[in-house]
């Protein structure tokens, strides 16, 4: 059993910034790829950004480009720094895995393990 566990999130004020942290444990598996997701209240879950484990290519949804970054650690770990919030950044936030390569990882369906969520609310 694989557990991805979040922590970081919690309540900013408009232009702060805050870092999400998820690390991996339980049974060892091959990370080809981690990334982040959110939803936030009657919207769907929405593609924030990845990181692929081999080369660290980063790959990040225009909401986030410019303002969010991902990062990677040892051992499966993965970090999303957020700068210069937004009000509409307030979310669910959830980090997830994927076992398995060639895929799409700005999709949901990419990813074999998901973590519970961290809130992140940002008020104006």
């Known amino acids: 059993q694989v557990q991805l566990v979040e922590s970081g999130g919690g309540l900013v004020q408009a232009g702060g910034s805050l870092r999400l942290s998820c690390e991996a444990s339980g049974r060892a598996f091959s990370t080809y790829a981690m990334g982040w997701f959110r939803q936030a209240p009657g919207k769907e879950r929405e593609f924030v950004a990845a990181?692929?484990?081999?080369?660290?290519?980063t790959y990040y949804a225009d909401s986030a480009k410019g303002r969010f970054t991902i990062s990677r650690g040892n051992p499966e770990t993965v970090y999303l720094q957020m700068n210069s919030l937004k009000p509409e950044d307030t979310a669910v936030y959830y980090c997830?895995?994927?076992?398995?390569?060639?895929?799409?990882?700005?999709?949901?369906?990419?990813?074999?393990?998901w973590g519970q969520g961290t809130q992140v609310t940002v008020s104006s």
């Open positions: 990181i692929r484990w081999l080369g660290s290519s």
């Open positions: 997830a895995a994927a076992e398995f390569g060639s895929r799409d990882y700005s999709t949901a369906s990419a990813y074999d393990y």
